[in-house]
């Protein structure tokens, strides 16, 4: 009988079932890697199906900002991603990332998607054709005004000639001015690794955020062009989706606050601050994007808004983050 015993103890050692290594490093690889490989294809997808014109920009340009930012939060967040956390730690960190995912995009899909228009596309010409042009703004504390011109051609392929505009506006706070340039510009586009060729760069619409702190409906009553033979300005307007520059800076002061006592004290410390270097990074980039003249913001914009906001947020970000160091002991562990 003992002997019978023996002879069964290595076969059911034997069954015991077995995780093969291939398929936990496969596992590990996905933790690590299988966000940023995702996010990085999604947004090579969305340039690509924008440049053939099988997507729109805004949308495309919307998914683009989407995955980026996934990508940053999960870089930011990996520790929780990739190692052992308690349940409490990842519900922790997956709250942060809902509040912070939903702060840094509303920005930017407030700004491609600006809504129903208050006023869609009237004209005015210098000779008084279409006013007085009343804008229905009742309400609203700031207005999105949309301003396009029209560019004569150059038979000889030059610059068009600019056209200089000025509006007058009536609303309850009073009269107000608002000027501008159209205008055509030659620069040079590199074509290949040695070719280059000479392109036109019209800037033929603008975009002003008006304050209306009287919150009453906004009138054109006066249009003066240069030269007075320039075609009809369209004009345009939308509700302003944002709030004040003083309740967007309070939010955004909230925001990196919460994110530096995550970084500083929350469960993931092997970060060292990358989620508020990206935090910082991101606000730069949306000042930029909103600040920028473009009416229909494209990839360009974009690309733009990042180099020049970009680097201004992470120095910003650095700086704080810095400071947190000094100023916040971290958690004993």
């Known amino acids: 009988m003992a002997t019978a015993s023996r002879s069964r103890a290595p076969a059911a050692t034997k069954q015991r079932p077995r995780v093969p290594l291939a398929a936990l490093a496969a596992a590990d690889a996905a933790r ?23 997507v729109g920009t805004a949308a495309a340009l919307a998914g683009t900002v989407a995955a980026a930012l996934v990508l940053l939060l999960y870089i930011g967040e990996r520790p929780l991603v990739t190692q ?5 730690e990842r519900g922790l960190g997956a709250g942060l990332a809902l509040v912070w995912f939903v702060a840094c995009y509303g920005p930017f899909h407030a700004r491609l998607f600006p809504g129903t228009p208050l006023l869609d596309g009237a004209q005015v010409t210098a ?10 703004a009742a309400g609203r504390s700031a207005v999105d005004l949309v301003l396009e011109g029209q560019l004569a051609e150059s038979p000889s392929g030059n610059v068009a000639p600019p056209v200089n505009y000025s509006l007058t506006l009536e609303s309850a706070g009073g009269p107000r001015v608002i000027k501008g340039t159209f205008e055509d510009r030659l620069s040079t586009r590199r074509l ?10 019209r800037h033929s619409a603008d975009v002003r955020v008006l304050a209306n702190p009287g919150r009453g409906d906004l009138t054109v009553t006066h249009v003066v ?14 509700p302003h989706p944002l709030p004040g520059p003083l309740v967007l800076g309070l939010l955004a002061a909230a925001l990196l606050a919460a994110v530096i006592a995550f970084d500083r004290l929350g469960p993931v410390p092997e970060t060292d601050g990358a989620l508020t270097l990206s935090t910082a990074a991101v606000l730069g980039t949306a000042l930029i994007f909103w600040t920028s003249n473009a009416v229909r913001p494209d990839f360009s914009a974009l ?23 000094r100023l916040i002991a971290g958690p004993a562990r």
């Open 84 to 88: 052992a956390r308690s349940p409490r």
């Open 225 to 238: 062009l240069e030269p007075e033979s320039a075609q009809p300005i369209t004009v345009s307007a939308y």
């Open 303 to 325: 690309i733009g808004s990042m180099i020049f906001g970009g680097p201004l947020g992470f120095i910003a970000g650095a700086a704080l983050w810095w400071m947190a160091k």
């Open 192 to 201: 290949g690794r040695r070719g280059t060729a000479t392109v036109h760069q």
């Open 127 to 136: 000779a008084g054709r279409g006013l007085p042009l009343r804008i229905p």
């Open 32 to 54: 690590s890697w299988g966000v940023p490989v995702l996010a990085l294809a999604v947004i090579a997808l969305l340039t690509a199906l924008a440049a053939a014109g099988a």
